[in-house]
């Protein structure tokens, strides 16, 4: 591997909120940019410093399958596959089992951190924590509505989740980069 000589930073000189509605602030900033020039950067603060997101995997027949919810997401007027997951307090055990238990109703017999990254570095600071939960089988055959959202639960063969990966049915950003270390870790098998 080799490092190049990175360039200055962005520089901020000053900025203010734009504006401001309950726990969301997007603020302007006044920046030097890494070529000496000025511009402007606008950043979005969701009112969470962190976010979970967890990997529910059962045993059935022999096979590891993965649940996913799918719910409608405003903003893409679509309906979306992903992870269980959502802002949190800290990068802790009982932030990813309350966002598990919350939108699943599972309870997972263990849970383990794999790992932590920028959900999108480039709009907003939230670190991002990818959890592989162990669950029972019987979670598969729970028929729960989360109340907020209307998120159901769908569960697919580790075979299925790669696969549609690969072609574009799951879509959403922050479950690509969860599974990706999930395999990536050699736990999904």
Not at 53 to 68: H, Q
Not at 75 to 83: A, I, S, T, Y
């Amino acid at each position: 591997m080799t490092t190049a000589l990175l360039p200055a930073p962005f520089r901020r000189l000053d900025g203010e909120p734009v504006y401001e509605r309950g726990r969301i602030t997007v603020t302007v900033d006044q920046v030097v940019l890494p070529d000496g020039s000025r511009g402007e950067y606008a950043l979005v603060d969701m009112g969470v410093k962190f976010g979970v997101t967890v990997i529910p995997i059962a045993f059935r027949d022999g096979f590891p399958w993965i649940g996913l919810i799918r719910q409608h997401r405003y903003p893409v007027k679509d309906w979306v596959l992903e992870l269980p997951g959502g802002g949190a307090s800290a990068i802790e055990t009982t932030e990813a089992l309350r966002e598990l238990t919350e939108e699943t109703a599972i309870i997972a017999d263990s849970i383990e951190l794999l790992a932590t990254f920028y959900e999108n570095p480039g709009l907003s600071p939230i670190t991002g924590s990818a959890w592989l939960a162990r669950v029972p089988a019987a979670a598969m055959d729970l028929a729960h509505i989360e109340g907020e959202s209307g998120c159901i639960t769908e569960w697919y063969t580790v075979e299925e989740v790669r696969r549609m990966m690969v072609e574009g049915r799951i879509s959403a950003g922050v479950t690509l980069a969860a599974l990706g270390i999930g395999f990536a870790s050699g736990k999904l098998c």
